[in-house]
């Protein structure tokens, strides 16, 4: 198992920024993609980024394109999502979660996931 932990989370005005933390002890994190989901209250939980084992692509959800940034640094274990220009619609608990070598948009392809960080964004 690979115990994934997300930080970061927290309250912002419509308008603002947050910028959320994934990591996970061990020598293989450069072996797995990395994503990012998320579920509101009463929603399914939908795909928001996926970044690749290198870091070398990296998809997005339509809905935050051009405002989402994820990037990841394999040297400290560390994948992060920078959340610009917030709505919010962007609110609920945010999750990463593992796949072994390449991105999906399926949660349930993803086998190793974080206990979830909760964004608020309000009017």
């Known amino acids: 198992q690979l115990p994934l932990v997300e930080s970061g989370g927290g309250s912002v005005q419509s308008g603002g920024s947050l910028g959320l933390s994934c990591s996970a002890p061990?020598?293989?994190?450069?072996?797995?993609?990395i994503g990012w989901f998320r579920q509101a209250p009463g929603k399914e939980r939908e795909r928001v980024s996926c970044?690749?084992?290198?870091?070398?692509?990296?998809m997005y959800d339509d809905s935050v394109k051009g405002r989402f940034t994820v990037t990841r640094d394999n040297s400290k274990n560390m994948v992060y999502l920078q959340m610009d220009s917030l709505k919010p619609e962007d609110s609920g608990v945010y999750y990463c979660?593992?796949?072994?070598?390449?991105?999906?948009?399926?949660?349930?392809?993803?086998?190793?996931w974080g206990q979830g960080t909760q964004v608020t964004v309000s009017r």
């Open positions: 979660a593992a796949r072994r070598i390449v991105c999906s948009a399926t949660p349930s392809e993803f086998h190793h």
């Open positions: 061990g020598g293989t994190w450069q072996y797995y993609a």
């Open positions: 970044i690749s084992r290198f870091g070398d692509s990296a």
